[in-house]
């Protein structure tokens, strides 16, 4: 079930303005249906437009309603995965394809924002991967040599320089990769249905997808108030899949992620947490990541409970994080606290399927999904449209449900905790 309001995000305190696209109403028809209105779908639908191609996006709610309009606002580079562990799963042609585009995602995504002047608070100014105890910081060196043999923009940083870029003595080192960077997660999802809107795409608002069926050679899409009728469909559904296909909804899990924002800080204050403004994300069993946004406000991240929230106080854990970290931290107001769904896959991987000739699937960012999603949606649009110029960067795969995917809440609960734990015992 989807909630019935958006939460009190800060994002749409800030966005001026959330947009408000019309619900399909009666019989229409399409080359091209997307549902879901998030990262995924609405790049899929600017470059498809941009290529002169008919094709209408079906949004649940409204544009960057879920994940899109909540996330973190990072722009990392890279699967979960390193990239000789990559190359070694994946084989030599496809493997390294995978590689060079999940790690050029950040400069896509900035280059697309530049390009179509969407003004978003982009910045890219780099990411920091920080290690608190000896196996996070082997773990964190492994990945840098591996990029360093690449070639990429990457450097390893001591507890010296870490401080130095933090503010806080709490790590051993880092790796900096100056491809990454942040932005305003909101204004970019709005900005894009705006630019997909002004190049010819349809976009429809408030109009969930009830069922989709495959009529006299066409698939037809039906919302509470009207139908689609369309010679393909791309689902990009992400941590809000439900039912509309078979399976889908059984092979991720929707996990909260959950932030915390603070009134704007005192310049001297911003200034000292991360003077250089690179985001930094922690390396470790459960993730906490944190910017300063273009206001100087702090935004701390990481997992919270498996349910909708409203403030900063559901998640006491990031805010007393924050003040551990930050010392001066200690009187300032945290405004606004939120979560949303982010869909992790069982081998905490993208996953894109064909099941049907049709049908296209992308789905599962395992909270990596500003950047991936952005550049998925231009080979997405290619595959749509039966470009087959350049090879595909990821694998098509079947949908696969997990086992007993019903008990999912308990065994989110059960990861985090164990999770927890390892990180606090250097396991």
């Known amino acids: 079930m989807l909630e019935s309001e958006p939460p009190r995000s800060l994002y749409r305190e800030t966005a001026g303005g959330t947009g408000s696209y019309p619900a399909l109403a009666g019989a229409q028809r399409a080359r091209i249906a997307i549902v879901g209105g998030g990262f995924t779908g609405l790049s899929t ?131 900096f990769d100056a491809r990454g960077g942040d932005l305003h997660p909101l204004k970019y999802a709005l900005g894009l249905a705006a630019a997909a809107q002004n190049a010819g795409a349809r976009i429809f608002g408030d109009s969930e997808v009830l069922s989709l069926s495959s009529e006299a050679g066409r698939w037809l899409l039906k919302t509470a108030n009207g139908s689609l009728s369309a010679e393909k469909v791309l689902i990009a559904t992400n941590g809000y899949t439900g039912t509309l296909w078979p399976g889908l909804k059984q092979s991720l899990v929707p996990v909260f992620s959950a932030i915390a924002a603070t009134e704007p800080l005192p310049s001297p204050v911003a200034g000292a947490i991360l003077p250089e403004r690179q985001v930094v994300y922690e390396a470790g ?92 949606g231009s080979v997405l649009a290619k595959r749509l449209r039966g470009d087959e110029t350049a090879p595909f960067p990821m694998p098509i795969s079947p949908v696969q449900r997990i086992g007993f995917h019903r008990f999912w809440p308990l065994g989110v609960r059960a990861a985090i905790l164990s999770g927890r734990l390892k990180d606090r015992f250097g396991l």
């Open 45 to 175: 639908a600017l470059h498809l437009a941009e290529a002169g191609e008919d094709v209408a996006v079906i949004e649940a709610r409204q544009p960057g309603w879920g994940a899109s309009g909540r996330n973190g606002g990072q722009v990392n580079p890279g699967l979960k995965y390193d990239p000789d562990t990559i190359e070694a799963r994946f084989g030599t042609d496809l493997g390294p394809r995978m590689v060079d585009f999940s790690h050029g995602a950040p400069d896509f995504t900035f280059d697309l924002i530049k390009r179509l002047s969407i003004a978003c608070d982009a910045r890219q100014n780099g990411t920091i991967r920080a290690a608190v105890r000896p196996k996070p910081a082997g773990a964190v060196r492994a990945t840098a040599g591996q990029c360093e043999r690449r070639g990429m923009p990457v450097a390893i940083l001591d507890a010296k320089a870490m401080a130095a870029r933090t503010g806080t003595d709490r790590y051993m080192s880092g790796m």
């Open 285 to 376: 069993n459960i993730t906490v990541y944190y910017r300063i946004d273009a206001q100087n406000r702090l935004l701390m991240g990481g997992r919270g409970p498996m349910r909708p929230i409203e403030n900063a106080s559901a998640i006491g854990y990031l805010t007393d994080y924050a003040r551990q970290l930050w010392p001066a931290l200690a009187g300032t107001r945290w405004t606004h606290g939120w979560n949303g769904r982010v869909a992790i896959t069982k081998d905490h991987l993208l996953h894109v399927h064909e099941p049907e000739d049709g049908i296209l699937i992308c789905l599962g960012y395992n909270g990596r999904g500003v950047a991936m999603a952005s550049a998925m």
